[in-house]
């Protein structure tokens, strides 16, 4: 069941890539990105780690601090930011 929730992520996790980018670079549609980054994503996969072992050793290393950063560290800055642009916004008007 697992590889469902990892799936479902994946897509997710693509799509949002794919629509964020398409705004960056101001297009109408999202839909000429999807095969250009579905092939670099696929070339990258297959040469971030070149075995097994290496994927290990960097889930053992890197992994924990990245989430950390990113899951505990980057969402208690965007709020801060939110409550101190809500106060000087209250305080301007």
Known sequence: MWF????????FYFYACCTGL???LNL???RPIVLPMGMIL???ASMMFPN??????????VL???SYIVGGFLPLLILII????????????
């Open 4 to 11: 469902i929730a990892v799936y479902f992520k994946l897509i």
């Open 22 to 24: 398409g705004q960056v």
């Open 28 to 30: 109408k549609s999202y």
């Open 42 to 44: 696929t070339a990258f």
């Open 52 to 61: 097994v072992v290496e994927q290990q050793q960097w889930d053992r290393q």
């Open 64 to 66: 924990l601090i990245l």
């Open 82 to 93: 939110g409550y101190v642009r809500r106060k000087t916004k209250k305080e301007s008007v």
